[in-house]
């Protein structure tokens, strides 16, 4: 007997997907549904709720086979327009990183660097259809004689692109101010000295994790958003940690969870796989996922109706503290707070801004809510789960 | 009662000569110094905020030009480029005047020129260069009409 009212499977989800029959709304709907009809009436509703990120990932990357040349190279050394990536692999597979700067970049020898040009920046001209200039260079072998292989090439001619995201999507992050004397360039952001400013980096009620706290629907095999395609969640990422503190509502209140996704290049869009420039840290991706979470009962519809107000992000000092490694969490905020422009941090308002793009999260929530309403995206059912903590169940489901 | 903020370029024949203190006795505008710089025998930058009926605004500019000051209207000098905007909102909480500003609850980034200094926080800031030609005070920079 199951301990819940409503009882759903992916199965017959998938079946009501191709019926045309699914209800499916997104993160930020399911919100006003719940409070409206309470949870079990919102579950027996709903069938899909939706959700969806928008921001920097830096651990991100296309992973390229460039085709055998004629002759043939074992290529150790691999640069895309003049970006390298790494080609300790087969012959003519490498894997170019989001972050990685181009040969000729000053980096931060003139500080605050500007890193114009990187890993993100060759992975979106590519699924915009320009031409990238390959360099490959090998030491020949036998079987592989070719020293040096150029070419100029568009993503279509690349045999295999994937997208192949280690750890993208962190569930819940910091808030990153800046308590030392000067203005510090981060990952963060540029953050003023004595806590002038503060930004932060989720899409908060919107984000998927923050909407499967204890992943019990997303794991290795969901289908999902991907940089404007399909991809899959391939597994937990890195730095995947359930033990993350976590309030009375079970979400955590700092960065926890962690997906790691794949995906092919060639569907993807440069509207969604955006090349970042942060000044004085260096280059990155801003990658677009949303992510399905099948209401299979009331729990999941209590979880998913989670609201800015409802989940907290650490307030974190990155003058002296995050670099070091010391220190923790100065206190805490909630999202709705943060999306104000203005907390009140010891006393003193601090100005915040968004790093995350909030309504490029909300458009890709409702692509993918079409896309699962048109029939021809079905839930993936994930063939493995990710490491969690035990919840002992919401006190009162009514 | 209009508002424009304008860029003033003196060249080297004019750059010592008083001009700006005619607005306010013959036009009554009323303009606001928001940044200038000169580089000595070369050239004089001002970036201006005028106020006044938008018929007095258009003759002082007339003025201006009259006396042989280059006058371009920071609107067309500094812009969101909206394609390459992804409304994150980083820009929002380095803008010192609030020209780059959050709408809510939709969560977009908007611009008000009006608003703007020319201080070049957003551009350095903006992980996708989406603020354009921030940097008034470069001689280099081009402006939207000839970027295209």
Known sequence: ?398 | MGSKNVLLIFKSNIMYKPVIYRLAKDFDLIFNILEAKILPKKEGRILLELKGSENTIDEGIKFLEQNHVVVELLSDKVWLEEEKCVNCGACTGLCPTDALSMKRPEMTVSFDVQKCIACGMCGLVCPFGAMRDITLFDPFAEGRSNSK
């Open chain 1, 1 to 398: 007997m199951s301990e819940f009212k409503i009882n759903k499977t992916f199965a017959e989800i998938n079946k009501k997907i191709r019926d045309g029959s699914v209800v499916v709304v997104n993160a930020e709907e399911m919100i006003g549904v719940t409070n409206e009809l309470g949870p079990i009436e919102a579950a027996r509703k709903v069938d899909v709720v939706t959700t969806g990120t928008f921001g920097i990932m830096c651990s991100s990357g296309a992973f390229l086979n460039f085709g055998h040349s004629i002759p043939r190279i074992k290529a150790n050394k691999v640069f895309i327009n003049r970006v390298e990536a790494y080609a300790g692999v087969a012959a003519v597979d490498c894997y170019l990183g989001a972050t990685q700067t181009r040969e000729d970049d000053p980096l931060n020898k003139v500080f605050p660097g500007r890193f114009r040009y990187g890993g993100g920046h060759v992975i979106e001209d590519l699924v915009s259809g320009k031409k990238v200039k390959l360099e490959a260079f090998g030491y020949g072998t036998d079987c592989y004689p070719n020293l040096r292989h150029e070419a100029e090439m568009t993503l279509k001619e690349f045999p295999d692109a994937w997208l192949l995201n280690p750890r993208n999507g962190y569930q819940n992050y910091n808030c990153a101010l800046n308590l030392s004397k000067k203005t510090i360039y981060t990952y963060m952001g540029i953050l003023r000295p004595d806590a002038t400013n503060a930004n932060y980096s989720t899409s908060g009620q919107l984000s998927p994790l923050l909407n499967d706290p204890y992943y019990k629907t997303i794991g290795l095999g969901s289908r999902i958003f991907l940089g404007g395609g399909v991809g899959h969640i391939i597994g937990n990422g890195t730095q995947h940690n359930p033990n993350a503190k976590r309030s009375e509502n079970g979400v955590v209140m700092g960065g926890a969870g962690t997906l790691s996704v794949k995906g092919d290049l060639k569907q993807m869009s440069p509207k969604f796989l955006r090349g970042a420039s942060i000044t004085g840290y260096g280059c990155s991706l801003n990658v677009g996922i949303g992510v399905p979470i099948p209401i299979l009962n009331e729990e999941m519809a209590l979880f998913t109706s989670v609201s800015d107000d409802q989940i907290l992000a650490p307030i974190v000092d990155y003058g002296l503290d995050y670099p070091q490694g010391a220190g923790g969490p100065l206190d805490y905020v909630s999202y709705a707070e943060l999306k104000t422009g203005e907390i009140n941090f010891r006393g003193q308002q601090v100005i915040t801004s968004p790093l995350a793009s909030y309504s490029m999260a909300l458009e890709i929530a409702d692509i993918l809510k079409d896309w699962i309403k048109s029939g021809q995206f079905l839930l993936g059912e994930p063939q493995d789960t990710f490491p969690s903590v035990p919840f002992s169940g919401f006190n009162s489901i009514k």
